[in-house]
Each structure stands twice: as structure tokens, then as C-alpha cells.
């Protein structure tokens, strides 16, 4: 088999660097969209979350559509980066006119406003993370080299989304808050300076990603032959390409974890507030706590891929960080840490935490290189290149399922008893401790059960390399062919 081309460092910098983008728009969507539309604009919370929900599902739709159709696609710039240069500008800009709604208009044309520009910007942000995503396998075939590549991603996401956060928090709303509008939270102008900061980092990062890879356009696969294609055969050959026993693998996967992830990610701001007692500050200094863990994810994920392979690695370092994430309320309910503000509870929180999210991210890198390594494996039993049917079917199945994260918290606190609304002195303690009760086995069973999923999943290093023999013998056989005829 031919020697792998090694990818230069700028190129994974640059290739990384465009997941910014994504991590500026979920974090602007997941933190403070439904804060700012329902309690600073003023618009009925149930219509911000019909239209973040409608704008989810035409999301979800497009993933599919787009992963094909960037699979197919024939320029001179090849398939991925027509798709990646023209998102640019649509993307930018209509996440700064999302934080930049008229004035004076009424609640209905309020509603339809948001709901436009939040299809638009998922629409538009998937035709550059689609084709993004699949460029992973193209850009190289080495098993390791992989691991390393997609760890400048997580990385660049996880911090770029993450520094919105801190830059509002700490920055934003406490410079904006006035004798008028004491909290910085609820000034219209905090959401104008995080429109305008977002629309200018996505469209930077985007720029970045798909100029600094260009170079490597001649050395990406070409779309599979032209063919006449109707919808039942479009179809067709998705599920064709993803009938495969590992896919299925990481697709179930992909499930419980995603419900899983929502939970964790809707109860968060439950146990800092009111099971841990923590201070809006203290709060934040966790939440910076994830530029460590983004660096702990990028540096580790290459390694354990080396030492121990994608699947026994992503296995192993799932245990521990999926065992670990619970472990603080669980000592919490069994008595064996402090009371709260103790300042040993926060640290120990912090550093566990910070350790936690970093061993989530390499996870995360693993999983998403195992998912590479089926490209190979469904090329050589289909004859067709179809990494963005491959990533956007996973990033499909996280989206559609959502919701499911947000539907078992709102269980969990519903057993707990727990108090809408309620400030932190007027809920119980027997709610409080109900509440970790109740969300340490929930989260514990998805999270082990999906690491019981991904034990099915079959592709390991030597296989690969077999897999990428076979290939090239193929394609020889076939350059020998059309040179004879």
C-alpha cells in the first residue's frame, strides 16, 4: 500500500479552526436565544420554543439532503468547498439580524421573524458543517492521522462556543448593566454586541477553514460517476451505504448518547444553583474550566488512538468519564462530601469537572474517526465515496432526538417534586436531594449503554489498513482497464 500523505500543521489549524463557527451558533442557540426573545423582546416562551423547535426539524431534514448531495456534487473547487464558500455570508449575516430584531413589531410578526432567520441559519450553517465534517476521511486516510485532525475541531468548537459564554458573563453584562436595567442580561444592547461578535467569528472561521484547506482540493476524491438518479434511487443508495453492522453501531449510539447529552445539559444550571449552592461567579469559573478540558480532549485523543486503538479507547475513556460525570452528586447524596460553601466542594466540582468534559471530548474525537474509518468499508462494497451521508447521518439522528434529553429532565424534576420557579431558599431538601437521586441512574444507564452499543462496532487498524489495500488494488485494476480500452 502507497505511504500516507502526511496533512501540514496549518492545514489541520486551519481545518479546525472552522468549527468556530458551529460552536458560536449553539452556543448562542442553546444559552441565550429563549432568554432573549422571551424575557428581553418580550415574546410568549412558547412561541420561541415552537420556533426554535420547527427550526430544529427543518434542520434535521436538511442534514441527509445535503450530505448526499455533497457527495455527488462535480466543480472545479471538488465537492466539499462550493458548499463551504457560498454558507459564508448567508450565515453570518442572518445570525446578526437574529439578535437584531425590528422594534415595535407585533408578537406574530416577532415570532415569524425569528422563526425564518433560525431555519435560515441552520439551513445554511449545515451546508457548511455537512461537507466541513465529511472533509475529515478525504483529507486523510491514516488511521491515527485522523484522531489528530479531528482533535484540532473539537477543540476549536468546543473554545470558540465556549468563549461567547465567558465573554458575556463576565464582560457583556456586567459593562451593560444600568440603573435602568441593573442586570446586563436583560439590555437589548448585550444581544447586539453578541450579534455582531458571532456574525463576524463565523464568518472569519468559515473563511479560514475553506481557504486553508483549498491547497488540498487535488488530492480529494472525486464524485462517483454520473448517473440518471430518481428519489427512490437517491434512497436507495443511502441505505445502502449505511446497512453496515458498525454504523448501526454508532448510529444507536449516537441516540442514547444524544439523549443523554440533553439531560446533562438541561439539569446543569439545576445542580450549580441550587444542589451545589454555587455564585453566578463561581459558575463561571467553571464554565472557563472548559478551555482546560478542550486541551486535555485535543491532546489526549491522538494518543489513546495510538496506544489502544478508536474502539477499546473510546470505550475505556467513555467509563471513566461517563462514570465520573455523576460521581460528585453521588458523594453529595451518600454524605461524603462537605455542605455547601465549603470551599473544598467547589474545587473538587471544578477539577473533576474540568477532567470530566476533557475525557467527553476525546470521546467525542474517537467516535467521530470511528465514523471516518467507514468511508473506506462502504466504498469497497459500493463502489461510492459517501463521507457526508456518514457524518450528517449522525449529526441527523442527535438532532431529531433532542429534544428527548429536555423531555427526561423535565421527568426527573417532576419526580423530584421539584418547584417551578422557585429561588434557591424555598426548595427542599428533600427535592434537592431527590434531584440527584433520580439523575444519577438515569444519566448512568444512557451513558453505559451506550458504551454497550459501540462494543458492536467491528473496524479496528488492521482492518482499515485491509479495507485501504483493497481499495487501491481496485483502483489499479481499473486504471489498468481504461488504459487498455
Not at 18 to 40: C, E, H, M, P, W
Not at 271 to 281: E, H, K, L, M, P
Not at 427 to 452: F, H, N, R
Request: glycine content about 8%.
Amino acid at each position: 500500500m502507497e505511504e500516507q500523505r502526511k496533512l501540514p500543521l496549518g492545514v489541520k489549524a486551519a481545518y479546525g479552526f472552522g468549527s468556530v463557527a458551529y460552536g458560536v451558533k449553539n452556543n448562542g442557540f442553546d444559552y441565550f436565544l429563549l432568554l432573549f426573545y422571551s424575557q428581553v423582546i418580550g415574546l410568549d416562551a412558547r412561541l420561541v420554543g415552537i420556533a426554535i423547535t420547527t427550526a430544529l426539524v427543518f434542520d434535521a431534514i436538511s442534514d441527509p439532503i445535503i450530505g448526499y448531495w455533497s457527495d455527488n456534487v462535480r466543480s472545479k473547487f471538488g465537492r466539499r468547498h462550493p458548499f463551504m464558500y457560498v454558507s459564508a455570508l448567508p450565515v453570518a449575516l442572518s445570525y446578526f439580524f437574529l439578535w437584531n430584531p425590528p422594534v415595535e413589531w407585533s408578537d406574530s410578526a416577532i415570532f415569524w421573524y425569528l422563526l425564518v432567520l433560525a431555519v435560515f441559519i441552520r439551513t445554511f450553517i449545515t451546508l457548511y458543517e455537512t461537507p466541513s465534517a465529511a472533509l475529515t476521511p478525504e483529507l486523510s486516510e491514516e488511521y491515527t492521522e485522523r484522531s489528530s485532525l479531528l482533535s484540532f475541531r473539537y477543540y476549536f468548537g468546543w473554545t470558540g462556543g465556549n468563549a461567547m459564554t465567558v465573554m458575556m458573563f463576565f464582560f457583556i453584562f456586567p459593562a451593560l448593566a444600568t440603573a435602568t436595567i441593573p442586570d446586563g442580561r436583560f439590555n437589548r444592547e448585550s444581544y447586539e454586541i453578541l450579534g455582531i461578535t458571532g456574525s463576524v467569528l463565523i464568518f472569519i472561521s468559515i473563511m479560514v477553514s475553506s481557504i486553508g484547506t483549498h491547497s488540498q482540493i487535488p488530492f480529494l476524491k472525486s464524485p462517483p460517476p454520473q448517473r440518471k438518479m430518481t428519489l427512490l434511487g437517491i434512497f436507495r443508495e443511502i441505505f445502502e451505504t449505511l446497512a453496515n453492522r458498525s454504523f448501526i453501531a454508532l448510529f444507536s449510539a449516537a441516540l442514547l448518547g444524544a439523549v443523554a447529552t440533553g439531560l446533562a445539559a438541561a439539569l446543569a444550571f439545576y445542580f450549580y444553583t441550587y444542589f451545589w449552592g454555587f455564585t453566578s461567579i463561581e459558575t463561571g469559573i467553571i464554565t472557563m474550566g472548559v478551555f482546560l478540558a478542550a486541551l486535555i480532549g485535543m491532546i489526549l485523543a491522538p494518543i489513546v488512538t495510538k496506544r489502544f486503538g478508536k474502539k477499546k479507547g473510546a470505550m475505556a475513556v467513555g467509563l471513566v468519564a461517563f462514570l465520573g460525570a455523576p460521581l460528585p452528586v453521588f458523594l453529595r447524596l451518600i454524605d461524603v462530601l462537605p455542605e455547601n460553601g465549603d470551599p473544598f466542594l467547589f474545587w473538587f466540582v471544578f477539577g473533576t469537572g474540568v477532567i470530566d468534559v476533557g475525557l467527553i471530548i476525546c470521546f467525542q474525537i474517537l467516535f467521530s474517526s470511528m465514523t471516518a474509518d467507514l468511508v473506506e468499508q462502504a466504498e469497497l462494497k459500493t463502489g461510492r465515496r459517501s463521507e457526508g451521508v456518514f457524518f450528517s447521518s449522525v449529526t441527523f439522528v442527535r438532532k431529531t432526538v433532542q429534544g428527548l434529553g429536555l423531555l427526561a429532565a423535565s421527568f426527573v424534576l417532576a419526580l423530584a417534586e421539584f418547584p417551578a420557579g422557585a429561588a434557591v431558599d424555598e426548595v427542599t431538601d428533600e427535592s434537592i436531594w431527590l434531584l440527584g437521586a433520580y439523575y444519577v441512574p438515569t444519566i448512568l444507564t444512557l451513558w453505559l449503554g451506550m458504551i454497550a452499543v459501540i462494543s458492536l462496532y467491528k473496524v479496528d487498524e488492521e482492518s482499515h489498513t485491509e479495507t485501504l489495500k483493497a481499495l487501491q488494488l481496485r483502483r489499479q485494476e481499473t486504471a489498468a482497464a481504461e488504459n487498455q480500452g
